[in-house]
């Protein structure tokens, strides 16, 4: 019923630290941020135990970038779903995973907790973090 699906849609704005007003906007009146949050609001919809999110910091700035990391985490804490992170964005894939993958050319180079992959020896790794790793280690 509609009633029903306002009520969903409320509550998974709630989730994801949105107020009803968004209901009443155009994506145009939205800001980069709202619509990431509304995206994943759309996603949790329907109570899946897997989301995919793909590029979810692209196109924003470094504090909204860190929001939807902090959103990720809450939504796994509260949802207890899966979360599949598919980034570039380094210091996002440090802060919220509690496994990383790095892929080059489509093959595995790096994977293990985010410890072991920015320890690790493989050249293409060292490079690809670069300047991170002084940033990352204190959080690792």
């Known amino acids: 019923s509609g ?3 306002k009520r969903i849609a409320l509550e998974k704005l709630r989730l994801v630290d949105l107020e009803e007003d968004v209901l009443d906007l155009m ?7 709202m619509k990431k949050r509304v995206a994943i609001a759309r996603a949790i919809a329907t ?10 910091t692209s196109g924003l700035d ?13 939504l796994r804490e509260r949802t207890g779903t899966t979360a599949i992170v598919v980034t570039h964005d380094m210091m996002s894939a440090f802060t919220i995973s509690d496994r990383l993958i790095l892929l080059r050319k489509g093959e595995v180079v790096a994977s293990g907790k985010p410890d ?13 973090i670069g300047d991170m790793k002084k940033l990352l280690s204190p959080q690792v």
């Open 116 to 128: 072991d992959v920015i320890n690790s020896p493989h050249p293409f790794v060292q490079e690809f």
């Open 62 to 74: 470094p504090i909204t970038s860190r929001t939807v990391d902090r959103l990720i985490l809450q």
């Open 47 to 56: 109570d899946p135990k897997l989301i995919i999110y793909d590029e979810p």
């Open 27 to 33: 994506p145009s009146e939205l800001s980069g941020g």
């Open 3 to 5: 009633e029903e699906i």
